[in-house]
Every structure is written in structure tokens, then in C-alpha cells.
Nanobody, 113 residues
Framework: VQLQASGGGLVQPGGSLRLSCAAS????????LGWYRQAPGKQRELVAT???????VYADSVKGRFTISRDIAKNAVNLQMNSLKPADTAMYYC????????WGQGTLVTVSS
């Protein structure tokens, strides 16, 4: 499975960004897709995941602001991020889970005025 992430950038506090991650390869065995992030000096942490049945899990810090969705036709997972805060600044990584875990390259999100 290969994962290609896109959509990061610089945004002011309160703004929005949409991240996308396209999956290719042996995607039929994927049972969950998600986004993680890692800020400088911190451990990588869960942002949100969506399972093949549609159930979702969000980090408490992003609940009500971020929405994860799956575009089945495009084999992609999206993360709509609203009301962004400086604390959301991090490298965001796409993750796919089958019998093993696959990671995409990171996309940088910077929230700053």
C-alpha cells in the first residue's frame, strides 16, 4: 500500500485546511485509515481514524473542529480541519492499517498569524 498525502500549508488561527491522502496498491485489505501528527519535540499522536465500516475516532483536542471522511471512489481519506489553533501546528501523517501498518509521507500544517 502506498499513501500520498497533500493539502498542508500555512494558515492563520481560526482558518481551515483540508488534507487528503490517496491510497494505492493492495487497498482491499485496508480496514482503517487515519491521520496522525507530530509536533516538534513531541511524540506522534492520533488525530482521527475511520474504519472500513465508517466508524470514526477523534482525539479529544480536535473533536468538533476536525472531520475525517473516506472517498471510496478515489481510495482516499480526507481530513477537514476548521477553527485551527497554533497548537495544531505539526507534521501530519496518513496511516493505513491492514495486517500491518503503512505510513505516508508527512504534510506540514502551520497555524500562525
Amino acid at each position: 500500500v502506498q499513501l500520498q498525502a497533500s493539502g498542508g500549508g500555512l494558515v492563520q488561527p481560526g482558518g481551515s485546511l483540508r488534507l487528503s491522502c490517496a491510497a494505492s496498491g493492495n487497498i482491499f485489505r485496508i480496514n482503517a485509515l487515519g491521520w496522525y501528527r507530530q509536533a516538534p519535540g513531541k511524540q506522534r499522536e492520533l488525530v482521527a481514524t475511520i474504519r472500513s465500516g465508517g466508524s470514526t475516532v477523534y482525539a479529544d483536542s480536535v473533536k468538533g473542529r476536525f472531520t475525517i471522511s473516506r472517498d471510496i471512489a478515489k481510495n482516499a481519506v480526507n481530513l477537514q480541519m476548521n477553527s485551527l489553533k497554533p497548537a495544531d501546528t505539526a507534521m501530519y501523517y496518513c496511516r493505513a492499517e491492514s495486517s500491518i501498518v503503512f505510513w505516508g509521507q508527512g504534510t506540514l500544517v502551520t497555524v500562525s498569524s
